[in-house]
């Protein structure tokens, strides 16, 4: 199914322009965000799990933008080892709240979904994280104890954060359904399929009314706190 994307640029908060793609379907009432692996190692927003996302739930009807982090192609900035990036998730739930009237989700895939994980903005229904690699990248997240719902999908064989030790990271986290594919690797070479799959049956579910909750803690629109 084809469908029409438009490239848009994200304005962040610190002054940088941000590449990005838009697809917007005519009558679409719930948007998502997509976020890609990290880009010291070849991440961007062309990865094959953020296009399998991005197509996926374009052709379900769903307004999706992706973007290039600070520092990657042609977006503006330097790599802020995932602590200003948060900036650049933030102008892009702000473009896509702008062109759709309905909840919007935070999903990424490695990098990109432990960034997403540390953003919050008021107008969120939840988060889909792909393989974020929470034991090697340590630390409280903002989404953890929000009440708003988490879906986390985790490789079998992820050689950066197995089953286990993500689990371990996620122990005092709320509202938060976990998904493993048993055979999969971090890269989920053979599961495409399936990820985009796993994804549209989280955006079916009725929103729950905790979609209307936002963190008053923020130190910028839409980013949560550091630390």
């Known amino acids: 199914m084809a469908?029409?994307?438009?490239?848009?640029?994200?304005?962040?908060?610190?002054?940088?322009?941000?590449?990005?793609?838009?697809?917007?379907?005519?009558?679409?009432?719930?948007?998502?965000?997509?976020?890609?692996p990290h880009p010291q190692f070849?991440?961007?927003?062309?990865?094959?799990?953020?296009?399998?996302?991005?197509?996926?739930?374009?052709?379900?009807?769903?307004?999706?933008?992706r973007?290039?982090?600070?520092?990657?192609?042609?977006?503006?900035?330097?790599?802020?080892?995932?602590?200003?990036?948060?900036?650049?998730?933030a102008a892009a739930l702000?473009?896509?709240?702008?062109?759709?009237?309905?909840?919007?989700?935070?999903?990424g895939y490695s990098f990109g979904a432990a960034v997403a994980l540390d953003v919050v903005h008021p107008q969120l229904a939840g988060w889909l994280a792909v393989a974020p690699p929470?034991?090697?990248?340590?630390?409280?997240?903002?989404?953890?104890?929000?009440?708003?719902?988490?879906?986390?999908?985790?490789?079998?064989?992820?050689?950066?954060?197995?089953?286990?030790p993500t689990s371990d990271a996620m122990a005092d986290w709320v509202e938060t359904?976990?998904?493993?594919?048993?055979r999969a690797d971090h890269f989920f070479a053979a599961d495409l399929a399936t990820i985009a799959s796993w994804a549209l049956d989280v955006l079916a579910r009725p929103i729950t009314g905790a979609a209307e909750t936002a963190d008053e803690t923020a130190e910028a629109p839409g980013v949560s706190p550091a630390g």
């Open 177 to 182: 359904e976990v998904t493993v594919i048993p």
């Open 94 to 107: 702000d473009t896509l709240s702008a062109v759709v009237d309905g909840p919007l989700w935070l999903a």
């Open 134 to 164: 929470l034991a090697v990248m340590p630390g409280a997240r903002a989404a953890g104890r929000d009440p708003r719902p988490k879906h986390v999908l985790v490789a079998g064989h992820d050689q950066f954060s197995p089953p286990d």
């Open 67 to 89: 973007f290039d982090f600070r520092g990657v192609n042609d977006s503006e900035g330097t790599h802020g080892g995932g602590v200003a990036e948060r900036l650049d998730v």
């Open 42 to 65: 070849g991440g961007d927003r062309y990865n094959a799990v953020v296009d399998s996302l991005f197509r996926a739930i374009a052709g379900a009807g769903v307004a999706v933008l």
């Open 3 to 36: 469908i029409e994307t438009h490239q848009v640029g994200l304005h962040t908060a610190d002054g940088l322009r941000l590449e990005a793609d838009l697809c917007a379907p005519h009558g679409a009432t719930a948007g998502v965000v997509v976020c890609h």
